[in-house]
């Protein structure tokens, strides 16, 4: 199960990347000790800056959880959205299903892959319990993950074979997230909060992922 996670997951090389400006070297754990102690890490995070510091950054750079939380973070704020839970968790969703086939399945190891929303809609319909939930997640998930890093391809599908716009994948995401956020596994696995909030800013948080998206495809040109 996906969880807002990505700040939990920063590593040594992360914060010494925060921390480390233009001197010579690196700073030692006990200079990013001290700064800790000095400056809150979010408000390091947060920083209006470090997004071109981050698109700077020599190989092999920081990590995917440092990389993805900023992006998504600072997407978010410039929409208006100011939810640290939500970037957590929208950066460990991008970190997670950046990784082989896992966009495809409702658990990291799982016999069925879903290509489509309406395979995704049809495992919801003939589960229960603790699958049920995991599909309703990952119903929210799928959605918002095609939407955010591949509106062009959608737009593109849409206008050659009238495939579905954005606002089909908005509300099944919304759905998505919505139902999950109230099955009472939400809150024994703690998403219930983070899962209504992104239900209920679902267009936002895709923009925002939309935004992420355009700004990884200049960097790779």
Known sequence: MIQPDARRRLTASDLQFLLHQDGPGL???????????????????????LPDRLDAAPVPGPSPSLFFYVL???ALLARG????????YCAA?????GVRDRAWRIAPVDDHEHHYLVDILADLSASSGERQF??????GNHALWLAGLFARRIAAVRDRRGGPDLRYYDSLGCR??????????????????????????????RGALNDV?????????
């Open 27 to 49: 700073p030692s754990q006990e200079d990013v000790d001290i700064w800790l102690q000095e400056v809150p890490l979010d408000l390091a995070l947060d920083h209006p800056g």
């Open 93 to 97: 969703l991008l970190r997670e299903f």
């Open 213 to 221: 998206s355009e700004r990884l495809r200049r960097r790779a040109a």
């Open 176 to 205: 998505g997230y919505t139902e999950a956020s109230g099955h009472w596994l939400a809150r024994k696995v703690g998403l219930e909060g983070v899962l209504r909030t992104t239900a209920e800013h679902f267009s936002t948080v």
């Open 81 to 88: 959205l100011d939810d640290r839970d939500v970037a957590d």
């Open 72 to 74: 998504v973070r600072h």
């Open 134 to 139: 995991r599909v309703m997640v990952h119903l």
